[in-house]
């Protein structure tokens, strides 16, 4: 079975700071990867997702994430963060094979507070 | 476009009482459908998942069942809840062979006391 870890449950930024969040997977085979958001008081939705090909992944608001097979890693990244970025971040993997219809593995979880 | 819809958004329910959360999907047909539990600090945990009309997978041995008596609906039940059952459920649909990326529903926030 495949987990997830992500490495900081609470990150606290200033306004214009950099960010990057880890995230972890671990299994045996060829997995599809995501990165959703929940906002404060609103339902979980994807930030972006890495099947193939590029392994540097833009998604939406300025977010960007690099796939590292050798590391396992799929890490969150933004230059310059706002206020409104403060939302939890949750790291997700899927099983490549069956076309990952036996749902997502998600990690704990990270909750970040941005300080204007 | 496609919606899920999901209800009720709160529930404060006794030990011991029945439970159905209900969930439909609007805009596509025959969609993966699935049924999560997000607990703080523990992240969304995979209860849940169902391909087609009768077919659920349970990913965690529980007190809870699933049923999908229609293509776009999908119900979690409970005969007796625990107060271990507590937490936010939340519902969610996929596409068929795209990959796994899901949809979430707003949620339901299930207190048992």
């Known amino acids: 079975a495949q987990s997830v870890s992500q490495h900081n449950h609470h990150v606290i930024l200033s306004e214009a700071a950099s960010l990057e969040l880890g995230c972890n997977y671990s299994y045996g085979g060829t997995v599809n990867l995501f990165w959703y958001v929940q906002y404060p008081g609103q339902h979980l939705q994807l930030l972006l997702k890495y099947f193939s090909g590029d392994p540097l992944v833009k998604g939406i608001k300025g977010f960007e994430a690099e796939f590292i097979k050798s590391k396992f890693s799929f890490n969150l990244r933004k230059p310059s963060v706002q206020w409104s970025d403060t939302a939890e971040y949750f790291c997700?993997?899927?099983?490549?094979?069956?076309?990952?219809?036996?749902?997502?593995?998600f990690g704990k979880g990270t909750h970040l507070i941005i300080q204007p | 476009s496609q919606t899920i819809h999901q209800w009720p958004a709160t529930l404060v329910q006794p030990v011991g009482s029945p439970l159905s959360l209900e969930c439909t999907v609007e805009?596509?047909?025959?969609?993966?459908l699935y049924w999560y539990r997000q607990a703080a600090g523990r992240g969304l945990q995979l209860l849940f998942y169902s391909v087609g009309i009768g077919q659920i997978s349970s990913e965690v041995p529980q007190n809870l069942s699933a049923s999908r008596p229609q293509d776009r609906q999908f119900i979690l039940s409970s005969k007796k809840l625990l107060l271990s059952d507590s937490g936010f459920y939340l519902c969610a649909w996929s596409v068929m062979g795209a990959g796994g990326e899901a949809f979430f529903g707003q949620g339901t926030r299930l207190t048992v006391v």
């Open positions: 805009g596509t047909s025959n969609p993966n």
């Open positions: 997700a993997v899927s099983r490549h094979s069956g076309g990952g219809a036996d749902g997502l593995t």
